[in-house]
């Protein structure tokens, strides 16, 4: 049985930065795509960052510039460096792998969730 499990976050001053982890215990032979979703409190969950096999990536406009998503090697593993986090960046973060980006949302294996909080 696959398990995702992320390391990482927590609280943080505006401006600071965050790094979140990402790993599968097991094997996931179909994973091209991994990724990281975000869900603030009363707001629908938001696709931040994915990143394929080959190494293409795709932020959303929120995050460009100021996320990085990484993958590990040839591992099923992965990070996203958050640098110049702003209050709006508070949500708990999921991260995702999937036989591709187009089915993350559906046949994606997540993590458990971290929580990243951005205040003063």
């Known amino acids: 049985q696959v398990r995702v499990l992320q390391s990482g976050g927590g609280w943080v001053q505006p401006g600071g930065s965050l790094l979140l982890g990402c790993a599968a215990n097991g094997s996931i032979v179909r994973t091209k795509a991994m990724g990281w979703y975000r869900q603030a409190p009363g707001k629908e969950r938001e696709l931040v960052a994915t990143?394929?096999?080959?190494?293409?990536?795709t932020y959303s406009d929120s995050v460009k510039g100021r996320f990085t998503i990484s993958k590990i090697g040839a591992k099923s593993a992965m990070t996203l460096q958050m640098d110049s986090l702003k209050p709006e960046d508070t949500a708990m973060y999921y991260c995702?792998?999937?036989?591709?980006?187009?089915?993350?949302?559906?046949?994606?294996?997540w993590g458990q969730g971290t929580q990243v909080n951005v205040s003063s």
């Open positions: 990143i394929t096999r080959d190494g293409n990536t």
């Open positions: 995702n792998f999937a036989p591709s980006v187009a089915t993350m949302d559906r046949l994606g294996s």
